[in-house]
């Protein structure tokens, strides 16, 4: 079973930019579907960006489309969410999520996927405020 940590967050003015980071251990995250998730204060959880870390397809939520960007590093068995043009509506705790057979839109759009997904980080918070 693969664990996930993510790291990278912190407070940051809007229009800044955070690259967080979900490192993986116990398995390799090659034959896995990677999700970002935010989760705003007293709000539900909600899809970011997700890959398809075996061929690299993505999927972005609309609010963050052409801000943000998902990528992996094989080699080292992360993925990353790089967060730029921050707004104050970004602020939570974000989250990574994978699995090993979900579609990479449906594990960022569909709330039935993303809570039946059973391997997640622990989560790091992103402040955007000045």
Same mark, same amino acid.
């Given at each position: 079973? $693969?664990?996930?940590v ?11 930019? &955070? ?7 116990? *398995?390799?995250? =090659? ?14 959880r909600?899809? %970011?960006?997700?890959?398809? %870390? ?7 939520? =609309? ?9 992996? =590093?094989?080699?080292? /068995? ?5 967060? *730029?043009?921050?707004?104050?509506? =970004? ?5 990574? #999520? #994978?699995d090993?057979?979900?579609? $990479?839109?449906?594990?960022? $759009? &569909?709330?039935s996927?993303?809570? /039946? &997904?059973?391997?997640w980080?622990?989560?790091? &918070?992103?402040? $955007?405020?000045?």
């Amino acid at each position: 079973q $693969v664990q996930l940590v993510e790291s990278g967050g912190g407070l940051v003015q809007p229009g800044g930019s &955070l690259r967080l980071s979900c490192a993986a251990s116990g *398995n390799t995250l =090659d034959d896995y579907t990677v999700g970002w998730f935010h989760q705003p204060p007293g709000k539900e959880r909600e899809g %970011v960006s997700c890959i398809d %870390v075996s061929d690299g397809s993505r999927h972005f939520a =609309d609010s963050v489309k052409g801000r943000f960007t998902i990528s992996r =590093d094989n080699a080292k /068995n992360i993925v990353y969410l790089q967060m *730029n043009s921050l707004k104050p509506e =970004d602020t939570g705790v974000y989250y990574c #999520a #994978a699995d090993p057979r979900a579609n $990479v839109r449906a594990m960022c $759009v &569909l709330t039935s996927v993303r809570k /039946n &997904l059973q391997v997640w980080g622990q989560g790091t &918070l992103v402040t $955007v405020s000045s």
